[in-house]
């Protein structure tokens, strides 16, 4: 029944994001970005997880370029099989068409885990590693999804990928895109549906009650 649910929902969100006209759907991607890239939370960080959206999502290559730009290490996923890894990206360059046309990491790409190892090693320079020997374990992580709640209830995309990557790497704070018709009253949830830390709109920060 809850599959069902949220199926339909999944559905008819859909067809709102694709209805949005590009002009609107512009503008309020760009307000989305400032706030992402002035929430101390990305700015204080010295890694983010993000993604390369889907043109009917909320954009984020303001936001990938704009942290490539600052020298930010930024990380995005590759689905692997039933998963999906992070791996280190310096630009656009990186990337290639992978998993349900998703632009992804291209193979050479470093992993996250494999690069805070390094880090981890004192193999980087001493400097860098003063600065960022702790930033992979906790750091943000952009997350997509079709509908949110106030309190950080995910309606995702059906895949179940980032519900079992933040399973298995609890430290990542969480950080949602949403426009303001995906924040819902309420959403039918599942134990193993992982709840999100914050949410930003083109409006607001709503930072959630409960995880």
Known sequence: MLEKQKADLRKEIRGQLRLLPEE???ILDRQIAERVLTLPA???AGAVYGYASLNWEIGTAEILKELWKKKCIVCLP?????TMEFFVTDSEDDLTE???HIMEPKNGCRSAEEYHSEIASEKMD???HQK????F????ILVPGMGFTENGVRLGKGGGYYDRYLETHPGHKTIALAYEFQILHELPAEPYDKSVDM???EKRVIRCSIK
């Open 24 to 26: 609107e759907k512009e």
């Open 42 to 44: 990305v700015t204080d």
């Open 78 to 82: 590759r689905v692997m099989g039933e």
């Open 98 to 100: 992978g998993a349900f």
């Open 126 to 128: 001493q400097e860098f």
């Open 132 to 135: 960022s020997r702790y930033i």
């Open 137 to 140: 374990p906790t750091a943000p």
């Open 199 to 201: 949410i930003v709109t």
